[in-house]
């Protein structure tokens, strides 16, 4: 389609409307579908192609078709992205001696958490991903045998449900790079005391 038919085309439809009432009342004006009445000129099909060409030509093309079901969906996703290394951490126990040996056990937690509650993620040793909370928790996350957690590297994508939770066997996880798991644990992360 050429840049000049592409401009000319609605005024070629508005042709058929313009040309179609020639100012003469009908007998049969007002009879009919009241609902479509002023939508369409009324058009005689035994009219002569010659006298209103694109009237019956193009009339059919353009009628607006029936509309039986309207569907709206929404879909809504959720990205968790890793934690930023070049944003470096606050140190809270600066000045404090310091012992690297940190231990930490896991703690249980339920088999749901707010979706929203998550503010980074890190993949860990084998299927698990550390989930980091803005309530400053930590939760290791467990996914399912299948699944590799440095797929995860990049943070991954989780549908919103209803109660905005990510629970255990329910949920799947999407990676960036094309993975899709579903959790199988989730716990608490705490530090032992010596």
């Not at 007998?27 to 058009?43: I, K, N, S």
């Not at 066997?169 to 959790?183: E, N, V, W």
Request: net charge negative; glycine share 8%; aromatic share 6%.
């Amino acid at each position: 389609m050429s840049f000049a038919s592409a401009l000319l085309y609605p005024f070629l439809l508005l042709l058929p409307a313009a040309g179609g009432d020639d100012g003469v009342r009908r007998a049969d004006d007002g009879q009919g579908d009241p609902a479509t009445a002023g939508l369409w000129p009324p058009v005689e099909v035994g009219m002569a192609a010659s006298d209103a060409p694109f009237a019956i030509s193009l009339l059919p093309q353009v009628a607006p078709e029936d509309a039986w079901q309207v569907r709206i969906e929404q879909r809504m996703t959720i990205r968790v992205s890793p934690r930023s290394s070049a944003v470096p951490m606050p140190d809270m126990f600066f000045g404090m001696p310091t012992d690297n040996s940190a231990e930490f056990s896991e703690r249980k937690m339920g088999n749901c958490l707010p979706a929203s509650g998550i503010v980074s993620v890190r993949p860990d040793r084998g299927n698990r991903l550390l989930l980091f909370m803005r309530d400053r928790k930590v939760v290791s996350a467990e996914l399912a045998r299948s699944c590799r957690a440095r797929d995860f590297y990049s943070g991954f994508l989780i549908e919103r449900n209803e109660d905005g939770r990510l629970c255990v066997d329910r949920d799947t996880l999407l990676s960036r790079s094309g993975m899709s798991c579903t959790l199988t644990r989730i716990r608490q992360l705490v530090e032992q005391d010596h």
